[in-house]
């Protein structure tokens, strides 16, 4: 048996499509519009598949910018289900295409079209214990490819992620990941898991070798209202810093972090009860 679910106008986006950290980076929720456009969401005992387009920039005639829409696919085929033993083992597919420029596009950017994907395996311990609950690691193979346009200085990427997380006392969770790349750039994730330099225009990294570490600690008030406080960490060794002119500059290790609270609130409350 399955359940397929169709949406039209805001879509289930942002961390609903499950996708893994250096696709998708969750402070991205707080910078940019909601998602809105089309998605198809299918769940099955062995399968679940999320897929959806966003469509971010519309245009007509004699407008001055670029339409832009993003097409997403995230499915997970269960390999092996928790049992009595509490293991599962999973396979995730995950792929982003991003797409700017049409036919009534009046700029001189030209068509830019972006894709990052990913084919991984997670691993799954759920334990019965009342200070370890569950334990997770997870291996992700990852390319990047630019069909068309020049925004990269390179078409092809390669990357590797690996993960591992731990849950205790049903409230604190402990990750940390290993991250490898050369040529790489995410449409979405963090700029710490991107070969391309944000300060000097057309430059590069030569590879990016970046240690994540996170600890997040979340308590329930009641029913409708969460508690949480969350640290992040990035270890970033990007190696030498390829200039667009050809010179060579070298990149220090560095280490940032950030910190927040947060509280999560879904009020409701009854109108009328009917016998």
């Known amino acids: ?30 910078t940019t519009d909601p998602e809105k456009g089309f998605q198809t969401i299918i769940r099955t005992r062995h399968w679940k598949m999320d897929a959806w387009i966003d469509w971010q920039s519309f ?9 832009a829409f993003t097409v997403g696919m995230s499915q997970i085929l269960h390999l092996l289900h928790p049992h009595a033993h509490g293991w599962s083992l999973d396979l995730p597919v995950q792929m982003m295409v991003q797409h700017r420029g049409g036919e009534q596009d009046d700029t001189d950017l030209g068509v830019q079209t972006l894709c990052n994907a990913s084919v991984g395996l997670q691993l799954r311990k759920t334990l019965h ?33 690996v993960s591992g997380s731990l849950n205790l006392w049903h409230a604190l969770r402990l990750q940390l990941g290993w991250w490898k790349t050369q040529d790489f750039v995410t449409l979405y994730g963090s700029p710490f898991f991107n070969t391309l330099s944000l300060k000097n225009e057309g430059a590069r990294f030569s590879h990016m070798n970046t240690a994540f570490w996170s600890v997040e600690f979340v308590r329930t008030l009641s029913r409708d209202y969460v508690f949480g406080a969350k640290a992040n960490g990035y270890v970033t060794d990007a190696g030498h810093l390829l200039l667009k002119n050809g010179a060579i500059d070298p990149a220090a290790l560095r280490h940032t972090f950030s910190f927040g609270v947060f509280l999560r609130a879904h009020p409701r409350f009854l109108l009328k009860r009917f016998k």
């Open 129 to 161: 214990h009342r200070v370890f609950n569950e334990a997770a690691l997870e291996m992700h193979a990852l390319g990047a490819y630019q069909q068309a346009g020049k925004l990269w200085p390179f078409n092809n990427g390669a990357a590797m992620w």
């Open 1 to 30: 048996m399955g359940a397929a679910t169709l949406v039209l106008g805001d879509l289930y986006g942002g961390a609903n499509h499950n996708l893994i950290l250096p696709l998708y980076n969750p402070e991205t929720l707080l």
């Open 59 to 67: 245009i007509y005639e004699m407008d001055k910018h670029q339409e």
